[in-house]
């Protein structure tokens, strides 16, 4: 599972992308949401990958959240960030984040 929150938005943690029952394995493929068992939900993405896009000559800071479940979470791609980490409660094997700033 996938979480992308941009910190530096005046929304606090704003979502920029959600996406789970992605295949375990030790790379993560490009175009992960095109697989048939990867889900994406709802964020400022709306269902697809929506990375950092600052306004114009400012600087945000991004946290790419990663999680490794124990399950497949039998979800509707309508959910928000809040009902997804709420399932995935008790089901976390190890979880990683990578923080960065980002400028257009």
Known sequence: ???LEDLS???KNFTHWLTWNIKPDSIIPENVGSMNTVRQGIAYGFHKYAGAKPPKFQKHNYRYSI???DTILELSSNIMKKKLLK???GHILQKGIITGYFKR
């Open 9 to 11: 938005h005046p929304i």
């Open 87 to 89: 399932s995935m409660n």
């Open 1 to 3: 599972m996938i979480i």
């Open 67 to 69: 999680y490794s479940l």
